[in-house]
C-alpha cells in the first residue's frame, strides 16, 4: 500500500462544504467519484480541513492510501479530465504511509475577499463580499494585530461548536487594499468553526464604529461570542494555503 499527497483548488459555490453528507453534493464527495473513475475503486481520502458551504479554496490537501499503483502526473490528468470544471488537481506526490492530511498539517492561511465600492461586480459575486461603506485597511490592519500570537479564541467560534480546545496561535494577520479590493489575509496553526469569519466581521464593526477601536484584545480576554462582531458570508473566504514539512 501507498500513501499520496494530492492538492486541488475548487471554487465551492455550488458545493454543501468538503465533507460527505446526506443532505448534499459536497466536494470530498464528488473527488472520490473522480477517484473511483480513475482507479476502478472508491478509496477513502482525507481531507486537511472541513470547509463549510460555500467556502473557496486555492489549496486544499488530502492524502489517500491506495494498493493501486499510481503515476503522480498522469494521475492529475487524468483526474482533471473527468472532475467538474469547479474542481481541479494541482499535484499529487508520493510520502510516507503514516503521513495525515489534517493531523499533520502544521498551519493554513486563509484569505477573505472584499468588493469596496458603491457599485456590484458582476465579476466578483460568489466570489467576494460586496460591502459599499469605505474601508480604510491601513487602520484595520493595525486593529488586527491584536489578534496575533496564541489566545484563547473562544469569542471569536460560532456557539453551536463542541470544540473543547479553543487555544490557537495566529502566526499574522493583515489587512490591504488595492483599489476597490480588501484582502484580509490570516495564518494559524488551527481555526475554529467560523473563527475567520468572526474575525473579519469583528473587524467590520470596528469600522463601523459599532465595536471601539482597541478593544479586540478585550474581546479575547472576555471569552464571549456576544462580544465579538457578526459572523460575514462564507463566499468571500478561501483556503489560501496549507503548510506540512513535506517541501510546500
Not at 38 to 65: P, Q, W, Y
Amino acid at each position: 500500500m501507498k500513501n499520496y499527497l494530492v492538492t486541488i483548488a475548487y471554487d465551492g459555490t455550488d458545493y454543501h462544504g468538503w465533507q460527505v453528507q446526506p443532505n448534499g453534493i459536497t466536494v470530498q464527495q464528488t473527488v472520490q467519484d473522480a477517484v473511483e473513475k480513475i482507479l476502478g475503486k472508491r478509496e477513502n481520502i482525507i481531507g486537511c480541513s472541513r470547509t463549510d458551504a460555500g467556502v473557496h479554496a486555492n489549496e486544499f490537501c488530502f492524502n489517500m492510501r491506495t494498493h493501486k499503483d499510481i503515476i503522480p502526473f498522469r494521475f492529475v490528468g487524468g483526474m482533471n479530465a473527468v472532475l467538474p470544471d469547479d474542481i481541479a488537481v494541482k499535484n499529487c506526490q508520493e510520502v510516507d504511509i503514516d503521513f495525515h492530511a489534517r493531523y499533520d498539517c502544521k498551519g493554513k492561511e486563509y484569505v477573505y475577499k472584499i468588493w469596496n465600492s458603491p457599485s456590484r461586480n458582476p465579476f466578483c459575486e460568489g466570489r467576494y463580499l460586496h460591502y459599499k461603506k469605505k474601508i480604510d485597511a491601513s487602520f484595520l490592519n493595525e486593529q488586527a494585530q491584536q489578534i496575533v500570537g496564541k489566545h484563547d479564541f473562544s469569542s471569536f467560534c460560532a456557539s453551536k461548536s463542541s470544540v473543547e480546545d479553543t487555544v490557537r496561535t495566529v502566526e499574522y494577520f493583515s489587512v490591504s487594499s488595492s483599489e476597490e479590493e480588501v484582502i484580509f489575509k490570516v495564518k494559524a496553526d488551527g481555526f475554529l468553526y467560523n473563527m475567520v469569519r468572526i474575525m473579519i466581521g469583528t473587524l467590520l464593526e470596528v469600522s463601523e464604529g459599532k465595536i471601539p477601536a482597541d478593544t479586540i484584545g478585550d474581546i479575547i480576554e472576555s471569552k464571549s461570542r456576544e462580544k465579538a462582531g457578526r459572523t460575514v458570508p462564507p463566499y468571500g473566504l478561501y483556503l489560501n494555503k496549507v503548510f506540512y514539512y513535506i517541501g510546500n
